[in-house]
């Protein structure tokens, strides 16, 4: 019940329904960088989205969770949750469906929970879920089989001793004698990844792995430093087997190495950077002073307001940002802040600073480039009046009940005149990204704010926090909802 309130219902205290605790669990669950802020520890979270899927399926039958689950994972908005509410799914088809979305990591994931929760919660593992993962197995082409091995080849020995499955047709079996170490390589790429990983210099296994076109972290761990590549070596392997995180993550070495027109092209070629490797390498570049390069990730990193919209249960009319520049921002924490909203930079419409010395608390900036950022590096100063600034930004925006204010800020309060109370009433929704450990202050302090606190680790954390606020949204206004109505369209559209 703490938790329940500590996120924000108004009075009079409104219970959270199951569709919305479903939500919040397998869609927006709190693993981040920070720990696990709503619930205490793993056990504490796997039995709260349990318990709110089986009462979700209560209420409406399994087809409904089934189909929520299954879509979010299909639109790419949440990762290892619906494996561990997957472990109650009566029906062995649906759970198929679900693995054969995942990796073959995550397949092994699935069947070590299951084991796990035997002995921890009671639950069954038996023939159900082991067949479930042999019918997703069976379902997945050989390329896909092939490649599996060749990543994780591990992981897919510790399946097939756990499931000892019988193979479909003789070229699995041949692939899965190779991956035992009882037969030879079947494939060409299984021959080039055995090259590689015996290969007598780095050079050399990058060659091998561009010959075969192996996935650059397949031969990532066999390198090393990239000192060892030459620079013509280098740029074809990033070319031809870099994805855009790989790029991202070795964005400094590549300019350095590659210079600045080969390290944009690499990026202008390539489709969106992923939102939070893609703002590290942009203000990384940007505070090394290589400004044309950091700016080509700054456009490849950025999400539209479009997009941004398709990703909540409900779409808010205005989104403001407002942002901490008090003393105990300088540093780290000032710099995660940004790394944050880098990728909103088009779903913003109005950006605010504020601290205790700025005239009037708050303070209205440009953030629409590049440099308006690294200037927000160097603005922290002075106290954290962060209840004023809160309802003065409300009250100078005239912000209403369909508005969000998003407020990066480490939560150190010391300066406003009005107390926690002041924003019992408030009707925005107000995502609070905390850049500092423990993000629990304000709202434990006064359960009853319309604030959502979220650790503030990466822009998932904003994107997740959005949608449990306007979920919400949805819940106080309208009482029980179907799960169904909790759906981004972004997954409504997932097939």
């Known amino acids: 019940m703490r938790r329940e309130r500590a996120e924000g219902f108004v009075k009079p205290f409104v219970q959270p329904t199951p569709q919305y605790l479903l939500l919040k669990t397998l869609a927006a669950y709190p693993l981040r960088g920070e720990g696990f802020f709503y619930m205490r520890n793993l056990r504490e979270y796997t039995e709260l ?9 209560n209420a409406e039958g399994w087809a409904p969770v089934y189909d929520f689950a299954i879509r979010m994972r299909r ?51 038996g023939a159900r879920k082991k067949d479930a993962v042999v019918d ?30 019988k193979p479909w047709v003789d070229e699995i079996n041949r692939l899965w004698r190779w991956v035992v170490k009882k037969g030879d390589a079947p494939t060409d ?62 964005a400094s070495i590549l300019t350095e190495r590659l210079g600045k027109d ?15 490797a893609g703002a590290r390498a942009a203000i990384g570049l940007a505070v090394q002073g290589r400004q044309e390069v950091a700016n080509a990730f700054f456009e490849k990193a950025q999400l539209g307001k479009e997009e941004f919209n398709k990703l909540l249960p409900a779409t808010p009319k205005r989104v403001i940002t407002l942002i901490d520049v008090s003393g105990s921002m300088q540093g780290a924490r000032i710099l995660a802040a940004a790394r944050v909203l880098l990728p909103f930079t088009k779903v913003f419409e109005k950006a605010y600073v504020f601290n205790s010395g700025i005239e009037g608390i708050i303070k209205q900036i440009q953030l629409s480039s590049l440099n308006d950022y690294l200037g927000l590096l160097n603005m922290p100063d002075d106290g954290t009046p962060l209840y004023d600034a809160i309802q003065k930004t409300i009250t100078e925006e005239r912000l209403g009940e369909d508005d969000l204010l998003f407020v990066l800020t480490d939560e150190q309060e010391n300066a406003s005149k009005a107390p926690i109370t ?14 500092a450990p423990y993000p629990v202050d304000m709202i434990l302090k006064n359960p009853e704010t319309r604030a959502i606190a979220y650790p503030a680790s990466d822009p998932d954390s904003f994107i997740a926090s959005a949608q449990l606020v306007t979920a919400k949204k949805l819940i106080e206004s309208e009482g029980i909802v179907e799960i169904s109505k909790l759906l ?4 409504l559209q997932a097939v």
């Open 49 to 57: 989205l349990l318990i709110a899927t089986r009462d979700v399926a």
């Open 75 to 125: 639109a790419g908005l949440v990762k290892d949750p619906p494996l561990v509410s997957a472990q109650v799914w009566p029906d062995k088809a649906q759970i198929k469906e679900l693995l054969k979305l995942y990796p073959l990591p995550k397949m092994l994931l699935f069947l070590e929970i299951a084991k796990k929760g035997r002995k921890d919660y009671g639950w069954s593992y």
């Open 136 to 165: 997703a197995l069976k379902e997945m082409p050989f390329e896909w089989h092939e490649l599996q091995a060749i990543k994780y080849p591990t992981t897919y020995r510790d399946i097939l001793r756990m499931l000892h499955p």
């Open 189 to 250: 790429k299984t021959k080039a990844y055995e090259e590689a990983v015996k290969a007598s210099s780095p050079a050399d296994a990058v060659k091998k792995a561009i010959e075969a076109d192996l996935p650059w972290e397949v031969i990532r761990s066999r390198i090393g430093k990239l000192d060892a590549i030459p620079n013509e070596l280098l740029f074809n392997a990033a070319a031809k087997l870099m994805g855009p995180f790989d790029i991202a993550m070795q």
């Open 262 to 276: 080969s390290v944009e092209y690499l990026v202008r070629r390539r489709g969106r950077i992923p939102l939070s």
């Open 422 to 435: 002041a924003l019992s009433n408030i009707k925005t929704w107000v995502v609070l990204g905390v850049v």
């Open 488 to 491: 981004p369209p972004i997954a």
